[in-house]
Structure formats: C-alpha cells, structure tokens
C-alpha cells in the first residue's frame, strides 16, 4: 500500500510509474472520470454520434486514438471546406482520403439509435479496437477510466431509459469521482490518501512523500470566540484576541497532522517504509512526518543499511537482519526427488453437466396464446406455487396471501382472489393427485440410454403406490391441445424424459406420465409410444 497526504501530480506519477514497471497495481482508490484522457475521447465520439453537426467534437473523436487524423490531416480538413458546410459533410465527401475514419463513423452512425451506451461503448472499444487504440497512446494507466466509464453506463442502464444522450447528461452534468472497491486487491498494490485508508491493512506501507511540510497559509479565517468567524492577520499586526485564535488554529492543526500520521502508520502490519524529497528549507521550524519519526526512531535505535546508502532501519520482534538475504551461489545440500514428481499428472475426467428435461428442445405451447409472454409466465409460476402449497390448508385464501405477498412472482390484492380460485378448481376436480401418497416438487436424475446423457429435473406431482407410479406435470398454456397426440413437441419430450428415469429406478413397477392442464382442469395420459418417440428426436446443447 502506498500511502500520499493529499492528491496531485505525484500521485498520478507513482500509479504511472509502477504500470511502466509492470507492478501489479489495482489503481487509484478514487478516479475522476472526466479528467481521464481516455474517457473524454470516448465521450467527444459518443457526443458526435447523438449529434452530427457538433464541429468540435467530431474534431475532437479525429484526433484522438480513435480514430487517429494528425493534427496536419484535421487542418487540411477544416480549413478547406466552404463556409457553413459542417466538418462531417466534409469528411464524407472525403472518404478517399480518409477512408478508415469515414467507415467506422458510418458503422457507429448506423448503430448508436439501436444500442444501449454500453453496447455501444464495447462495440467502440472491441469491433472497432478503441481500446487497444486508447492504451496504444495513452498507456495502460487509461484502462482504469475506460473501465469505469462502463460501470458508469450499466449502472445508467439499471437507473434509467438507456438512451444515449441521456447518459451522456448525466456523465457531463458533473464532474463524478468514483470511489473504487480496493478491499478485494489482493497481491496488488494500492495507491492512496491516508485518509481513504483508514480501516485497511497491508503487509508493507510506503509512505513516499513525508516531506512536505505544514507551514500554515497566511490570510484565511480563524475561529474566535463562540465561533465567531475573525480575519487572519500578520501577527505583528494581530489583536491579543485574533493572537489566541491562532494558536488554538495551529495547535488544531498539529494535532490533526499528527492524528492523520497515525492513521499512516498503523497501516502496516510489519513494514513501515518511509521516504520523502528534501525541500528548500524555509524560516521557523518545518512541521513534517519524515521528522517526526525519524526523530522517534533515533531515539529507539535504528542501524543504518550498506545499501541503499543513507537508509536507516529499525526493527522489533523476529526480523531478518539486513544482508541475510538467500546466496544463490552457495550449494544447496540436495535431495533426491521422487519419482512421481515427473510423472505427467492424470487427464481429468470430463465433467458431464446434466440437462434439463424441459430444454431438450421442441416448442413448449400450442398456437399463440397470450401476446404477454412475461405475464403468462409469471401467472404460470403462481400458479404452480399455490397447487404446491394450498393442498391440505384449512384457509387457502390466506396462505395464498402470504405466498403471493412478495418476492418476483407477488400479486396484487384483485388477483390473489382469481389465482387461488383457480388452483382450488383444479384441486377439487383431482383430489387423487394431491393425497398423502402424493409428493410434490420431486427431483429425479438419471442417465438416459436414448439421450447417452444425464438429466436433471424436477417433477411437480409424483404419485408412488405399491405397484403404480404417475408422474404429472402441471401446464398453465392457455390454449390446450384437444388430443394427447398433439400436445406440443417440447411437452413430449419432457414427459418422455420422465418416463425413462422413472423406468429405471423404479423396475418393477408400473409408470405412467400425465399432464394437468390447469386452463381447463383436464388431467390427460401421455401414451408411452408418442412419448419416447418424442424423446428420441431430442437435441442437447
């Protein structure tokens, strides 16, 4: 962890130069996305493409990585064309020339009413390598804001209409600084305020910049008596009372300083390294932390280091000494490996992930039946929920409610009513399926010799007796076939599926396979024959 007292263009340098030396670094703890380089090319781009007229920032998008026009190219581009005829008009009837530029902004201009700012964002960044383009020039340093302004735009997406100009008001209303999650970097190395590191902990803290000295800033305001708010003057020229003001100020100060120091150096858990630049001294005595804990150390003790020259250490506790590091032309008293060191490990057997009977394939529905699609699905799941919980309730009506109360699959107040009448008719018409030999929700697996594969399912109702077992599923289709022979594709194979796995774990009995169609309350028996034919025409992705 490197710890820096304040933001500024050191702490930009450090984060540039430990990319430069491929340390791996999870970046800065905070990121202002509108000053990062990268990300106000992207911006100028997305910006032309909502607006084909905007001169300066398609000019902009030319010249950056992007798109790649040389300031000689843009000029010769501009300055020639006549007067009222936009930079874009210009470009096109110029495509010769530029012929890279004129097709990727045609390709953008044809996609970006179509695609979400993220969509958009990746199809700039990937099909069109603007990120490799970005990194290219600006150095890896730019893929932090280049990522960042993507998290900005899902999370945009979960917020609002994705539109583009949408997202680009709320990225250009303000200048958004991200705090980003460094809590998971392990192995990495973070760079960041002693004040964003309060709570955080790291083997090894650098403290680079203990030099800077906390001089206090003439003029400004100070706190007088009850607060009152008094000038700051020379003290020469001060009042006892604004004399006393500032005293409390800087000893106010100090103790923060001081306080902030702390923070700094409990941050290691057992290496402390602390290093700074000389400045020119100044007057007065220079209030610095490189000071203050060198004059600390002093007096604890501290050995000075061979190399790197002027290095002082201090240690407590079970420490290697300075020099005892691993001599790797020393001889190693070697042992002899086993054998089985060299041997080529085992290939791992491949891991078969079963599938699911209800994605075997085939269409699930007879006809059209609802144009809402998500709302037949989610009364479908409703209703499954309450022919699986209300058989057997003294009061129906009010375990519907709490069922239906929450969650995804919640229902208004006006709907709970028509839901749990439904399911009671389904419930009277077929009492034999929701007795005590029946269970429901059942999970089956097995291996399938039609298929050679593995399924997994789970079978709504399963009635088990001594020498009969029927599997029923229940389907919620609004338009339900008039004969078993016509009963969707998909269905069939499910059912066939079903009917398999019962087969073999249970030999010696009887099995059968129905579907309750609960539309109608009709309850119909799938022959054996049309089902496994069904299933042998299967597909497994």
Same mark, same amino acid.
């Given at each position: 962890?490197?710890?820096?007292q304040r ?11 430990c990319?430069?030396?491929d ?6 703890? %905070? #990121?202002?996305i509108? @000053? !990062?380089?990268?990300?106000?090319? $992207? /911006? ?8 084909s007229?905007?001169?300066l920032s ?10 790649g ?6 000029y ?5 064309r006549?007067a009222?005829?936009?930079?874009w008009?210009e470009?096109r009837?110029?495509?010769?020339e ?13 996609t ?6 993220y969509?958009?964002?990746e199809?700039v ?11 290219? %020039? #600006?150095?890896p340093? @730019? !893929?932090?804001?280049?990522?960042e $302004? /993507? ?16 997202f680009?008001?709320?990225v250009q ?10 809590e ?5 190395v ?5 004040h ?5 902990e ?6 680079p910049?203990t ?5 206090a ?9 009850d607060?009152i708010?008094l000038?700051?003057l ?16 800087k ?10 120091l ?13 290093g700074?630049v ?7 005595t220079?209030?610095n932390?490189?000071k203050?804990?060198e ?5 604890l003790?501290?050995?000075p ?6 290095v002082l250490?201090?240690q ?7 020099g005892s590091?691993?001599d790797?032309?020393?001889?190693v008293?070697?042992?002899?490996l086993p054998e089985?060191?060299?041997?080529d490990?085992p290939?791992?057997?491949?891991q078969v992930?079963?599938?699911s009977?209800s994605d ?9 039946g609802?144009s ?5 699905l ?10 699986e ?19 995804p ?9 028509g839901?749990?009448?439904?399911a009671l ?22 291996h399938?010799?039609t298929?050679?594969h593995?399924i ?13 077992v ?9 338009v339900v076939?008039e ?5 969707p594709?998909g ?9 398999e796995a019962?087969?073999?774990i249970?030999?010696d009995?009887e099995v ?5 169609w ?14 496994r034919?069904a299933l ?5 992705s």
């Amino acid at each position: 962890m490197i710890l820096l007292q304040r933001r500024g263009l050191l702490f930009e340098q450090i984060i540039q130069a430990c990319k430069a030396e491929d340390v791996p670094i999870a970046g800065a703890d %905070r #990121l202002k996305i509108g @000053a !990062e380089l990268a990300v106000r090319d $992207l /911006l100028a781009l997305l910006t032309f493409l909502t607006l084909s007229e905007d001169d300066l920032s398609l000019a902009s998008a030319l010249r950056s990585p992007l798109l790649g026009l040389s300031e000689r190219d843009l000029y010769r581009l501009a300055s020639s064309r006549p007067a009222g005829r936009s930079l874009w008009a210009e470009l096109r009837g110029r495509s010769d020339e530029f012929p890279d530029a004129v097709a990727t902004l045609d390709d953008l201009r044809r996609t970006v009413d179509f695609m979400a700012p993220y969509e958009l964002l990746e199809h700039v960044l990937s099909k069109h390598g603007g990120r490799e383009r970005l990194l290219a %020039r #600006l150095g890896p340093e @730019a !893929e932090d804001g280049i990522d960042e $302004l /993507l998290n900005q735009a899902l999370t945009f997406e979960q917020d609002a209409v994705p539109t583009m100009t949408g997202f680009l008001a709320r990225v250009q209303s303000g200048d958004i600084e991200v705090k980003r999650r460094l809590e998971g970097a392990e192995g990495l190395v973070r760079v960041m305020t002693v004040h964003g590191a309060k709570g955080l902990e790291s083997p090894i803290v650098i403290l680079p910049d203990t030099m800077a000295s906390d001089h206090a800033r003439p003029g400004g305001i100070v706190a007088g008596p009850d607060g009152i708010p008094l000038a700051s003057l020379p003290d020469e020229e001060c009042p006892e009372l604004l004399r006393e003001a500032k005293e409390r100020k800087k000893a106010a100060d100090v103790e923060e300083r001081n306080r902030l120091l702390y923070v700094a150096m409990t941050r290691a858990k057992q290496w402390l390294i602390v290093g700074g630049v000389e400045r020119a001294a100044r007057s007065g005595t220079p209030l610095n932390w490189y000071k203050s804990i060198e004059s600390a150390l002093d007096a604890l003790g501290t050995v000075p280091c061979e190399w790197p020259p002027g290095v002082l250490r201090f240690q407590h506790g079970d420490w290697p000494g300075p020099g005892s590091a691993f001599d790797a032309s020393q001889p190693v008293d070697g042992r002899e490996l086993p054998e089985f060191l060299s041997d080529d490990a085992p290939s791992a057997e491949r891991q078969v992930i079963p599938a699911s009977p209800s994605d075997l394939g085939g269409a699930k529905v007879s006809g059209t039946g609802t144009s809402d699609e998500d709302r037949a699905l989610r009364r479908g799941r409703q209703i499954h929920l309450l022919l699986e919980h209300l058989p057997g309730q003294p009061d129906p009506e009010a375990m519907a409610g709490r069922l239906l109360s929450d969650g995804p699959d919640r229902a208004g107040a006006n709907e709970i009513d028509g839901l749990v009448k439904h399911a009671l008719a389904n419930l009277d018409r077929h009492p034999e399926l929701f007795g005590e030999d029946a269970l429901s929700e059942v999970d089956v697996s097995a291996h399938l010799p039609t298929l050679d594969h593995a399924i997994s399912g789970t079978i709504d109702r399963l009635i088990l007796r001594p020498e009969h077992v029927l599997a029923v599923d229940f389907k919620t289709n609004a338009v339900v076939p008039e004969r078993a022979e016509d009963t969707p594709e998909g269905l069939l194979r499910q059912m066939g599926a079903y009917l398999e796995a019962l087969e073999l774990i249970y030999p010696d009995r009887e099995v059968g396979v129905a579907i309750l169609w609960t539309e109608t309350r009709e309850l119909v028996s799938l022959p054996h024959a049309i089902v496994r034919e069904a299933l042998a025409r299967s597909t497994i992705s």
